[in-house]
């Protein structure tokens, strides 16, 4: 396997004991979904490939959800708009495959079981001990219309200050964000395409 492959593998692997720690620390119950081939129930399951929710997890008194635990790599929200534009620091934020948000949507759909991404920092090889807590759901509100026109836009930035964590999974707000980013998404993309597009 090539070294990437493995620095991948690595990080997955950190990244999900980080996640089973965290819930074991805030005594959820979950489950892991065994993700070999022979075991895919339907072609919905199918259909998801390499696509699909590793846990279930059940927190008391809410439900349960599924749960896509990943590293990802930081990055600057919308840097450029920031940067050069609005004059202030960009928040830090994640990226996410719109094609992964559909997929998920679409679970959504069939089960009635809501699906989040735990996401969690990472440098070169070693995840930060941190999970950010994001509803599918929620990624809307960061998808401006523009998005779906546009190939270039195939993921959608969602700053760090809008994600939960463990301990406020239900809670229905940005957990520390004071700026609204969500609302102003339109902007910024109206911003950057008028700074890219001359
Ligand atoms: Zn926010």
Not at 25 to 45: E, P, V
Not at 57 to 72: E, Y
Not at 128 to 134: K, L, P, W
Not at 185 to 191: A, F, L, N, P
Request: with cysteine.
């Amino acid at each position: 396997m090539t070294k990437e492959y493995d620095r991948k593998m690595k990080l997955k692997e950190q990244s999900e004991k980080l996640f089973r720690d965290k819930c074991d620390d805030n005594h959820f119950t979950y489950l892991y979904i065994d993700q070999s081939q022979m075991k895919f129930s339907s072609t919905l399951w199918k259909d998801m490939a390499s696509k699909r929710p590793d846990y279930i997890l059940s927190v008391p008194h809410i439900g349960s959800i599924f749960v896509d635990v990943k590293a990802k790599e930081e990055r600057l929200f919308y840097k450029d708009v920031f940067v050069n534009y609005l004059n202030k620091q960009p928040p830090k934020a994640f990226r996410i495959d719109l094609e992964e948000v559909e997929k998920f949507k679409k679970l959504q759909n069939e089960t009635s079981m809501k699906v989040w991404f735990a996401i969690m920092p990472h440098q070169e090889e070693t995840v930060a001990n941190e999970i950010f807590f994001f509803p599918v759901d929620k990624a809307d509100k960061f998808i401006p219309i523009q998005h779906y026109d546009d190939p270039l836009w195939n993921y959608v930035q969602i700053p760090e200050t809008c994600f939960s964590d463990c301990g406020k999974l239900a809670y229905n707000k940005c957990a520390k964000c004071q700026e609204k980013y969500c609302e102003k998404t339109k902007e910024y993309i109206s911003i950057w395409e008028k700074q890219h597009r001359k």
